[in-house]
């Protein structure tokens, strides 16, 4: 007796974990067991190993195509007894388990526990409710319109599930500034990296982190004390900060009527003019400001408004001189009514 509780005791301990080599082992011992009892049972019909293993999947699932089946009056009783009630029960088993893993998989993704493996994706760090979620939709319209589609992933420390499941990848943590958390966004990885909390400390503590970890990564951070720029700026020149202009567009529109409207309709990107912008490629010399801006509007009907020079990302020269001659790698910004893709660049430097 004390040795049949000790082999229960045994088998509890392995089955209630369920691990998958315990559902192996199980699995081989049935096959085993099921062969030797038909095979006692003289049920020459089974002794075919493949016609066997064969037999054994459809009896034990039940499906029960009936093209081999048992002939004498012990294989029925091994069949009837022991080959489909355990078989059921442990293909119910493999099942179970099969669908509890994929629900747990989901459930990591929608919690934002699972570790990502993304590359030159957009990373967004921070979570201000509506906010968020509208920088997302405007992240994923303009997406859609560009060539590579860069992943975007969200990444909070707030207690919320992925707001977009399907259309943004999604990392919960409790620090931005843990590497073994952060490295489940891919923070290294990233091309770009928008950092917008709801506190300016922990986005400036966030931008430190960032700018150290990743910093070829075009990185962007949201302040609603400008002070903090110039000294976010003082220690990561490379992070480009963008303070609230609230304030300034309402004096605008003050002494300007339309101000704010003409401003928010080319930061959208739903329908109306936008604006976008482009590098000049490595294989034009060079270009005259006034050859660009006749022909994007000639052959593309965009408007040519400024540009930032590549030995110089922090200013940005709007309305330049019709002389000025635009280098290699100078990112250009022009209106248009979406993105312009496949730009024609040999034609576009041809003088009219």
């Excluded at 998958?20 to 062969?35: K, M």
């Excluded at 007894?81 to 355990?86: A, W």
């Excluded at 730009?343 to 576009?348: G, V």
Aim: glycine share 4%; with cysteine.
């Amino acid at each position: 007796m004390w040795k049949f509780r000790k082999l229960r005791k045994v088998l509890e301990l392995y089955f209630s974990e369920m691990r998958w080599y315990t559902i192996l082992l199980a699995f081989l011992f049935y096959a085993v067991s099921s062969w030797v009892l038909l095979y006692l049972a003289d049920e020459t019909a089974f002794f075919p190993i493949g016609d066997y293993l064969y037999w054994l999947m459809v009896t034990g699932s039940t499906v029960g195509y009936g093209d081999l089946s048992p002939t004498t009056a012990a294989g029925k009783y091994i069949v009837t007894l022991y080959v489909i009630p355990v078989g059921l029960s442990l293909f119910a088993l493999v099942i179970g388990r099969i669908a509890s893993w994929v629900a747990r998989q989901w459930t990591k993704g929608v919690k934002g526990l699972k570790p990502l493996n993304v590359k030159d994706h957009i990373l967004v760090i921070g979570w201000n409710d509506q906010r968020t979620v509208q920088l997302l939709n405007l992240l994923l319209k303009e997406k859609a319109e560009t060539a590579n589609r860069p992943d975007i992933v969200l990444c909070v420390q707030a207690d919320v599930d992925n707001p977009m499941p399907g259309l943004v990848e999604f990392v919960r943590v409790s620090s931005f500034n843990r590497d073994e958390e952060m490295d489940r966004a891919c923070v290294g990885d990233a091309s770009v990296i928008i950092m917008d909390n709801p506190e300016d400390d922990m986005t400036m503590t966030t931008a430190l982190y960032c700018s150290k970890r990743n910093p070829d990564a075009h990185s962007l951070a949201y302040f609603k004390d400008e002070s903090l720029v110039n000294l976010l700026q003082l220690h990561c020149p490379n992070v480009e900060c963008t303070p609230s202009v609230a304030v300034e567009l309402l004096a605008k529109s003050a002494f300007d009527p339309g101000s704010s409207l003409l401003h928010w309709d080319l930061l959208s990107v739903q329908d109306g003019q936008a604006q976008f912008s482009v590098p000049v490629p490595d294989n034009i010399a060079s270009l005259s400001v006034v050859t660009i801006f006749n022909n994007l509007k000639k052959q593309y009907n965009a408007t040519f408004i400024g540009f930032v020079a590549a030995n110089n990302r922090a200013s940005v020269q709007l309305n330049p001189d019709f002389e000025h001659i635009l280098s290699p790698g100078d990112k250009i910004f022009y209106i248009a009514p979406s993105r312009l893709n496949n730009l024609d660049w040999n034609s576009l430097s041809e003088e009219s």
